[in-house]
């Protein structure tokens, strides 16, 4: 869906009255409303006969929907009653991803924003962040760590849609892959049942150890799951692997530090070895999904994660020696190169 967004009045009325949007749009999905709109159009009547309904309270609930602009109505001559009504495509899709049981924005209701909230001038001026208890980058506690690779496995659906549509062209057989930062093994794991001749070592500090010893046995993984134990910041990245991915990691770090890691990437490679990069990149509709993030870390200052465009790397492999650039479609993108 790519409606355009609406003006900065309208916007700011939708959220102040975000509780009582989301109760709505949850409610249009529990009770079934998606189903019968999305295919729709559906006139007011048959809806609220369908589904049990006051037509004249429905009507009201519909009009709620079309402000936040997730129906559309075509307007009627005839009776109220008569009035169409359809929801814009994928609506229901969006509601289940953002609002559903496994929706990440519940995930993220676990991370201590509070400790930000109403207090955000005092944040600005650097006078209060995140607690290190609450919140430490890179992760610290054992339960911090757990928590946060627990999320991030959580999110990891459209990244492994990505890979295994180009698995065949980028891991030919016997490919040895270095996934550096590669969480508690979770993409590791998707990637070796896809493709039973890869071998797959997750690089990653060694707090994460035990939680990719979890994933290699509760995936029967044994002998092809590795983990490398390594502080990217302090040590060259080990060099006897044929690809090395970053998924979802050079996007945390400044600029610098992520230039610093192609080259560090490009010294670890053999001749024809191949870097991937997987990550979000810029757009609104991503900028929107990314908001959480961007104001709880407003209070971590070790970690800076933001989207970035594109062209950042397309401009920084060739310039860290890398040739071949390439831009994958995905509902990631993945930008390959190869070391000449
Ligand atoms: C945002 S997570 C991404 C995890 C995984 N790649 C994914 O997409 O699900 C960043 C990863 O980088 C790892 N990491 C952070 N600092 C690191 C460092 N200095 N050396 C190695 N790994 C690091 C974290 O432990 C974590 O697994």
Known sequence: MSEPLPGPRALLHLLFNGARAV??????LRLGLLDALEPGPVTLAALSERQGLVPARLDKFLDCLESLGLVRREPTPDAREETRYAAVPGLRAAAEAVLGPRSLERDRERYAWHELHGHLPEVLRGER?????????PPRTPEQVAGFEASMAAGLGPIVETFR????????????LLDVGGGDGSLA?????????LRVDVYNLPSCEPLVERTRRARGLEGRLGFVAGDFLREPLP??????????VLHDWPEDTAHALLRAAFEALPPGGRVLICEEFRTPER?????????????????GSRLRDVAFYTRALPASGFREVRV?????????????
Request: aromatic share 14%.
């Open 23 to 28: 109760d709505v749009v949850e409610t249009a």
């Open 239 to 248: 060099n006897s692997h044929d690809a090395l991915s970053f998924v979802r």
């Open 287 to 303: 900028l929107a999904a990314q908001f959480f993030w961007s104001y709880f870390l407003m209070g971590v200052d070790s970690c």
């Open 129 to 137: 962040s995140v607690s290190r208890e609450a919140f430490d980058w």
């Open 165 to 176: 549509a180009h698995a065949d062209a980028l891991f030919p057989a016997g490919t040895r």
């Open 328 to 340: 994958l479609p995905g509902p990631f993108e993945l930008v390959t190169a190869l070391r000449p």
């Open 189 to 197: 794991a998707h990637l070796l049942e896809a493709r039973p001749d």
